[in-house]
């Protein structure tokens, strides 16, 4: 008898907790309502184009709806439960590759997947508008000019980003900054 006692309270706990675990592991994988249903069509695909733009783009996933249209999503791997500008400019320049390379007809939108490492905190995903075609060609011609150094690069709204930044030591804004010409908590991001 002293072994049931022992073996049964044990076995319970035993098969709680394996339940819990796998619940948790179903929940952090959850798609969102939008998505359920859809086929998963491309995985870590990547789309080259030399026209409009020479652009490489490579597709975390995209799922084709029911409609027909494709959706695509970026999965990001963050302590915090944000989605940057960046994540927005990504997914908006694989969708013009991806359009330009296979025709498809993909939405105006996708998702932003936040992975945040652990798992017993749940997977967010982030439904996001992209960018237009225009923007993006704007934004990659831009760049283009940058590094070609026709154009001066601009402070960011956070301070941190410019640390980072490969043409910080030519950056005027930086310089005024540090001479005490311009408060450092108003700068701002214009792409």
């Known amino acids: 008898m002293d072994i049931w006692n022992e073996a049964v ?4 706990v035993a098969v709680i907790g394996w ?3 796998r619940w948790l592991r179903q929940r952090s994988q959850f798609l969102p309502a939008h998505l359920q249903g859809a086929q998963q069509i ?3 695909r990547e789309f080259v184009i030399d026209e409009p733009v020479r652009l490489v783009a490579r597709v975390d996933a995209a ?3 029911a409609s027909g249209e494709v959706v695509l999503a970026e999965v990001k791997h963050r302590r915090h439960d944000r989605v940057h500008r960046s994540d927005v400019v990504q997914l908006s320049a694989q969708r013009l590759a991806a359009v330009a390379v296979t025709g498809e007809s993909i939405a105006q939108w996708g998702w932003v997947c936040v992975y945040r490492g652990r798992w017993w905190r749940r997977s ?3 439904r996001v508008d992209l960018m237009t075609q ?7 011609l831009r760049r283009e000019r940058l590094v070609a150094g026709e154009v001066q690069a601009r402070t960011a709204v956070a ?3 410019c640390l980072s930044c490969e043409w910080r030591s030519g950056c005027v804004d930086v310089a005024q900054r540090a001479s005490g010409g311009r408060d450092s908590k108003t700068a701002v991001v214009r792409l």
């Open 9 to 12: 309270p044990g076995l319970v």
């Open 134 to 140: 225009g923007q993006v060609i704007e934004l990659v």
């Open 159 to 161: 301070g941190g980003v």
């Open 19 to 21: 339940l819990g675990w």
């Open 124 to 126: 967010r995903w982030h």
């Open 63 to 65: 799922w084709r709806l």
């Open 42 to 44: 491309w995985t870590e």
